[in-house]
């Protein structure tokens, strides 16, 4: 706000050309089922000034998308692996929060919460309580994913990254996969 460039001119102008194309478009929700399931995903390294990754979840129950979202992270990841790692532990901080929810309107579900993430080594991380040297640094906070797994409250299973509707939270992405992640949200004209 201080020093604005052109750069930053013409962002805001493609910020206003997508709101007016979209004026239409809306969230679109289904009753068909009440299973929740996520994705999560981050980018690594993305903020060239502070080269923090960003974290995106996204969660639906049934068709619907009920909650949603893209955050800088905290700290500078050191790898892809901890930067999707740390995005996970988000994401199943707001897995744990939906599923007291659902129980609260008396939906009761007795099987884990399924995340989806296409980091392989993000998946083992979280999967294995054993320290290892690379991963030394983490900061416990991170490891909250490790005990919901062990509760069986979260499941985390691999997606491919072409499938990863998070990728829309967390960077740019072509016109096409744009789109289709856009309408798999169940954001399209109302």
Wanted: aromatic fraction near 12%; include cysteine.
């Amino acid at each position: 706000m201080s020093a604005p460039s052109s750069e930053h001119w013409s962002g805001i102008k493609r910020i206003f050309r997508y709101l007016k194309g979209t004026i239409d478009f809306g969230l679109l929700f289904r009753s068909n089922c009440n299973v929740l399931v996520g994705y999560s995903d981050s980018d690594w390294a993305g903020n060239f000034d502070t080269r923090r990754s960003t974290s995106g979840y996204a969660f639906y129950v049934g068709e619907s998308l009920v909650s949603w979202s893209s955050r800088k992270q905290c700290t500078v990841a050191k790898s892809t692996t901890e930067a999707e790692y740390v995005a996970l532990s988000s994401a199943s901080q707001e897995a744990i929060w939906l599923r007291r929810l659902l129980n609260d309107l008396h939906y009761h579900n007795n099987s884990a919460t399924i995340i989806y993430e296409d980091n392989q080594g993000a998946i083992e991380l979280s999967k294995n309580s054993k320290h290892h040297n690379r991963t030394k640094h983490i900061d416990i906070v991170f490891h909250f994913i490790r005990e919901r797994i062990a509760t069986k409250e979260i499941d985390v299973i691999y997606c491919p990254t072409d499938m990863m509707i998070a990728d829309i939270m967390t960077k740019a992405l072509p016109r096409p996969k744009y789109e289709r992640f856009r309408e798999l949200l169940g954001v399209g004209a109302v």
